[in-house]
């Protein structure tokens, strides 16, 4: 099982930007991709941000353009830039962490909210 944990939300105006970051720890060595998902008030868990082991990168069409997702493998951790902000992005952001078997290991989310 990979532990994960975030930080780095809170409150921004529209137009602003936040960096998210998530430390996986644990069975590291099971990855094969990490990423981001957020929950908005209401709505499903959908997808924001997926980079597998080879460094290939998926976004979803919503925050494509202003989202970048990187990692740092020395630390075992994600980053998930987020720049030009809008309020539909308010919503409380999960880290995913993907094992070959197809298992997904969350993080425990962290609220991301952005004032108009």
């Known amino acids: 099982q990979v532990q994960l944990v975030e930080s780095g939300g809170g409150l921004v105006q529209a137009g602003g930007s936040l960096r998210l970051s998530c430390v996986a720890s644990?069975?590291?060595?099971?990855?094969?991709?990490m990423g981001w998902y957020r929950r908005a008030p209401g709505k499903q868990r959908d997808l924001v941000a997926l980079i597998t082991d080879d460094g290939s990168t998926k976004y979803a069409d919503s925050v494509a353009g202003r989202f970048t997702l990187f990692r740092d493998n020395d630390k075992n951790t994600v980053y998930l830039q987020m720049s030009s902000l809008k309020p539909e992005d308010t919503a409380v952001y999960y880290c995913?962490?993907?094992?070959?078997?197809?298992?997904?290991?969350w993080g425990q989310g962290t609220p991301v909210t952005v004032s108009s």
């Open positions: 995913v962490a993907e094992s070959g078997l197809g298992n997904r290991d």
């Open positions: 644990g069975s590291i060595y099971s990855i094969v991709a």
